[in-house]
């Protein structure tokens, strides 16, 4: 099964300023998920990252806000733009594994002040 | 709206006891099930993934699905302190790769 390398794995941001979280997969994958889980809470699905074309968001979520890239089929990263406490939680990118299930990086765990 | 529900506990189970965790879902369609186990401050970890109706064991795990009444379980056997975690319940529908997530369940094995 795939290996994700996520990072930064915490960082603590000032409102207003923007902080771009990458990820790292060892093989060769068609899609990859950003996930926001809030504390105690479960897991969100921000957006899907096709390479080569545009990231689909869920409700909720906009380009502007999460920009998305996906140069290849191997990386991505996730912009949090404009932050707010509000954006405060951790965020995580994930791939389909073998058999539908998914694998997850280890996650970013972001503080806004 | 595609649901799936779980107790959000805490479940408190006695060390060397079976712990059962039970999920529920919405859309008849679903056809991948799956348990990820969360530990404070982790990333999910996928434990088990059933597909069919019955039983499907892996050591000491038992995962249970009953398609008919849109159910499916996670059973622990003998029970370890370090099964304490967060379980989440995952579905989805054939040939569509995002997962619909439950909201957990925390599970605390007592020593």
């Known amino acids: 099964s795939a290996v994700i390398s996520q990072k930064p794995s915490r960082d603590i941001c000032q409102r207003g300023t923007s902080l771009t979280i990458q990820c790292q997969v060892d093989?060769?994958?068609?899609?990859m998920f950003w996930y926001r889980q809030q504390p105690g809470q479960s897991l969100t699905l921000i957006a899907t990252a096709n390479q080569g074309s545009e990231a689909t968001y869920e409700s909720g979520f906009v380009i502007d806000k999460f920009p998305i890239s996906r140069p290849n089929l191997t990386f991505s990263t996730l912009t949090v733009s404009n932050m707010s406490p509000e954006d405060s939680s951790i965020y995580l990118c994930s791939v389909v594994r073998d058999s539908y299930g998914y694998t997850f990086g280890s996650g970013t765990r972001l503080t806004v002040v | 709206q595609k649901e799936v529900e779980q107790n959000s506990g805490p479940l408190s189970v006695p060390e060397g006891a079976i712990a059962s965790l039970n999920c529920t879902y919405s859309d008849r369609g679903s056809q991948s099930f799956f348990w990820y186990r969360q530990y404070s401050g982790k990333s999910p970890e996928l434990i088990m993934s059933i597909y069919s109706n019955g039983d499907k064991e892996d050591g000491r795990f038992t995962a249970q699905l009953n398609k008919a009444s849109q159910y499916v379980s996670l059973l622990i056997r003998d029970s370890q302190p370090s099964d304490s975690a967060t379980y989440l319940c995952?579905?989805?529908?054939?040939?569509?790769?995002?997962?619909?997530w439950g909201a957990g369940t925390k599970l605390i094995i007592k020593p």
């Open positions: 995952a579905v989805n529908m054939l040939g569509n790769y995002q997962l619909i």
């Open positions: 093989s060769q994958v068609t899609m």
